[in-house]
């Protein structure tokens, strides 16, 4: 099956091509710069810089992968959660791509597809810590074996226990901030450009985690799921009470690691006790924060000292891209699940079941 598929859910614009269980292409093009004045996404803006580049973003692809247009037996795009906007132009592009080609078309939630990411694999780089290939293809689908997921992004915190492939049950996620809203909410009262998740992170490796105590929200709470709205209320309070601390390099440094491990501790601590509980031998995470280097650190600590095997997003997968879509798109269409009528539309807040 060769399929194309489309990613526009927020400020990224993908297209990738996939071949029975291989990636021959993954096209991102990044809205980081336009945004960043704004200190966040203007769904307008993102809709209008989709609408630009998706044609391009698409014909790279389908070279990139040596293949035409006519050659595709399927195409998929992600359906929800998402923009609204944003996610319409992308959804809407791959349903008329699937109406003119009369090819079978899937819709795919985007959470869903970064649970399964980190069977994405690069033969180049089959250790997600080991360096990744520069290029985007060459990237296979390995077998699924139970586990407990992390999903960790700027909208959304997930704990997933997955029995077998297609076969998942959510055990907990988000109250209010996400963990990757938290970052760039609090970065934001340090006054870091957005996004500030990345920067914190850089910063965060110069710093003293212990240098400063921030609260574990619902660390040890007994139920599955994230509250980060405390912690960066605390931030805000302790930067108003400490006027002067981020004009010192250093205590900025020590501010960002403190916060950084408050917001580890919990996604970490939380993920081995699930998986614990589960009774699954395996961890895996994903999703755009489990790019920081601290998470992927203190969960392969964690993973070692109880005995877990943890698989991690490759770091170019972690982030919005469409070659998980189409993964994900080309499994349940293998596994024959049943598909929507053409006409559907998008689910802005669809969530993970």
Not at 255 to 264: D, R, Y
Not at 290 to 305: H, K
């Amino acid at each position: 099956m060769i399929l194309l598929a489309i990613e526009t859910s927020c400020d990224e614009t993908s297209a990738a091509v996939v071949r029975d269980g291989r990636i021959l292409s993954n096209i991102v093009s990044s809205q980081i710069k336009l945004h960043e004045e704004y200190g966040g996404v203007v769904p307008e803006l993102a809709a209008r810089e989709h609408l630009k580049n998706l044609l391009p973003v698409a014909n790279a692809a389908l070279r990139e992968a040596g293949i035409q247009a006519s050659d595709l037996e399927a195409v998929a795009a992600t359906q929800g959660p998402g923009l609204a906007i944003a996610l319409l132009v992308g959804f809407k592009a791959a349903q008329a791509v699937a109406f003119a080609l009369d090819k079978p078309f899937i819709g795919v939630n985007h959470h869903e597809a970064h649970l399964y990411s980190p069977w994405i694999q690069s033969p180049a780089a089959p250790n997600p810590e080991a360096a990744e290939p520069s290029t985007s293809a060459s990237a296979t689908f390995a077998e699924i074996r139970p586990n407990v997921s992390l999903i960790v992004s700027g909208g959304h915190t997930l704990l997933v226990h997955v029995r077998s492939e297609l076969n998942h049950r959510v055990l907990g996620g988000t109250i209010d901030d996400a963990a990757g809203e938290c970052f760039d909410k609090t970065g934001k009262l340090m006054g870091l450009p957005y996004p500030a998740g990345p920067i914190i992170d850089r910063l965060a490796a110069q710093g003293n985690p212990q240098a400063y105590a921030f609260p574990r929200p619902l660390l040890n709470d007994p139920s599955d799921d994230f509250s980060f709205s405390g912690l960066k209320t605390s931030v805000r309070y302790f930067i108003r009470d400490h006027p002067g601390l981020l004009d010192d390099p250093q205590k900025l440094r020590d501010l960002c690691a403190s916060v950084q491990a408050a917001i580890v501790e919990v996604l970490v601590k939380k993920t081995i006790r699930a998986a614990k509980r589960q009774g699954v031998r395996c961890v895996t995470a994903s999703g755009g924060v489990t790019c920081n280097s601290g998470l992927r650190r203190e969960l392969e600590r964690a993973c070692q000292r109880h005995g877990f095997i943890l698989r991690l997003a490759e770091k170019r997968l972690c982030t919005d891209n469409a070659a998980m879509i189409g993964i994900l798109a080309e499994r349940k269409l293998l596994a024959q699940t049943p598909l929507p009528p053409l006409d559907v539309e998008v689910k802005p807040g669809w969530t993970l079941a």
